[in-house]
């Protein structure tokens, strides 16, 4: 069981938006530490999509954005499209565990 | 260009060894924290270890891996001892997005990915 709890899955049509949770405790995202979130594709190594809960790396449109409230953060996307199909990982730090921790990940589908 | 390059994955006995190692270009590398994350066959991705300027370890490996670094070679380690069954992983090497070497470690974004190395752990 992963420390940082996300959705198994979430799906929406292309255009659509959708969001995506990551639900963490006081020990992580109610902390206070940061919260990123990372695209994975399959074959593929992990993608940074969003880091310190809000802001994009460069490259990464604007379509994706990052909020963090209390326990919890989420990951929105915008004009959804068939290549954002793919799983969604968000990681923050634990100070119980002192380490790194990542959510179980949701796999987005796009109909 | 930054690149991360993983290598030394294979098949392994259970209770066996195994030295991954991780070849970083494109940047200071001695500047940086690096890190190993895994993900097991159809699991989420596992933060395993860190070492900026001290090691830290997931529960599931202390004391029985170990991260180290050469900044001569711009080479980042990971030795795995009395290596299980659930260790099977692909093993990804990642580099903190902001730079710095301090003895505290509160964790960070990881900007930068090697494409991995599979480690097999099976009789």
């Known amino acids: 069981q992963s420390v940082l709890t996300q959705p198994p899955s979430v799906s929406g049509a292309p255009g659509q938006r959708v969001t995506l949770s990551c639900t963490g405790r006081?020990?992580?995202?109610?902390?206070?530490?940061?919260v990123s979130w990372y695209q994975h594709l399959p074959g593929s190594a992990p993608k940074l999509l969003i880091y310190?809960?809000?802001e994009r790396p460069s490259g990464v449109p604007d379509r994706f954005s990052g909020s963090k409230s209390g326990t919890s953060a989420s990951l929105a996307i915008t004009g959804l499209r068939a290549e954002d199909e793919a799983d969604y990982y968000c990681?923050?730090?634990?100070?119980?565990?002192?380490?790194?921790?990542f959510g179980g990940g949701t796999k987005l589908t796009v109909l | 260009e930054m690149q991360l390059v993983e290598s030394g994955g294979g098949l392994v006995l259970p209770g066996g060894s195994l030295r991954l190692s991780c070849a970083a270009s494109g940047f200071t590398f001695s500047t940086y924290a690096m890190n190993w994350v895994r993900q097991a066959p159809g699991k989420g991705l596992e933060w395993v270890s860190v070492i900026s300027g001290s090691t830290f370890y997931a529960d599931s490996v202390r004391g029985r891996f170990t991260i180290s670094r050469d900044n001569s070679k711009n080479t980042l380690y990971l030795q795995m001892n009395s290596l299980r069954d659930e260790d099977t992983a692909i093993y990804y090497c990642t580099k903190d997005k902001k730079p710095g070497i301090s003895a505290y470690w509160y964790g960070d974004a990881f900007d930068l990915w090697g494409q991995g190395t599979l480690v097999t752990v099976s009789s």
């Open positions: 006081s020990s992580n995202i109610g902390a206070g530490y940061t």
């Open positions: 990681q923050s730090y634990d100070e119980g565990l002192s380490g790194s921790v």
């Open positions: 310190s809960n809000n």
